[in-house]
């Protein structure tokens, strides 16, 4: 692919929302996959979360908040993963494209925890090839312009927690390629949804080592 071919056609509107101390987003829209492709490119490590679905792009500037929340909700499935004994494999925000279905994104944070082991070596992901993560986690606490589990779904990731600051979702990729909210988890189906949003308002109230002190007896307690 020439990333340096001239865009065909350019955006055709643009919409923005941000709220405070919460995430800003500007959805573009006719966007071509070329120029998709280059702004991941361009726009690597440099803080700025790309979606795009078949022409539309949506650009994403994370707040400190939000930050905040995602690395809570990936310390509580670290910590599960290590008191539970499971291998697991941390992605981050890895960029995720499948150029045939024209869509790809940025997970907040991604794991895998059924196949830890198949990619454990890996240096690259190549989703022809590897298995996709079997977790990610989508924290808004905006309204996204763009819903992203068409995106999720054509990479074939089996689990999104979607967390909106208030309400902790976790969504399974069904047979029929779309998600469907479950009361428990995949990766974790012992531990109950009610419980991990506890502990995530928990964490708004005391310390980080309490709270992981705190998180890490319960999950014994189990």
């Not at 990333?3 to 065909?8: E, Y």
């Not at 531990?191 to 007896?217: A, K, N």
Request: with cysteine.
């Amino acid at each position: 692919m020439n990333l340096a071919s001239p865009v065909t056609k350019p955006p055709k509107q643009a919409t923005a929302s941000q709220g405070p101390a919460a995430e800003q987003r500007l959805v573009l829209e006719g966007v071509s996959w070329p120029t998709y492709d280059r702004l991941v490119a361009e726009l690597e490590n440099r803080g700025i979360r790309l979606a795009y679905d078949q022409g539309r792009l949506e650009i994403m500037s994370p707040s400190f908040l939000h930050e905040i929340r995602k690395r809570q909700l990936g310390r509580m499935i670290e910590i599960l993963a290590e008191e539970l004994d499971l291998e697991i494999v941390g992605g981050g925000s890895t960029t995720f494209r499948r150029e045939d279905a024209k869509r790809g994104l940025e997970p907040d944070e991604c794991y895998w925890l059924a196949n830890a082991l198949v990619i454990s070596q890996q240096t690259e992901i190549d989703l022809a090839i590897d298995p996709p993560p079997d977790l990610a986690i989508e924290v808004d606490l905006t309204s996204s312009s763009l819903n992203k589990q068409p995106i999720y779904a054509s990479l074939r990731i089996p689990e999104v927690w979607r967390y909106d600051g208030r309400k902790l979702n976790v969504l399974r990729l069904t047979a029929e390629g779309t998600y469907a909210a479950a009361e428990r988890s995949l990766s974790f189906p012992g531990i109950p949804l009610s419980s991990l949003l506890r502990f995530l308002e928990r964490r708004q109230s005391v310390g980080e080592r309490q709270w992981t002190r705190e998180f890490r007896d319960w999950i014994r307690s189990l």
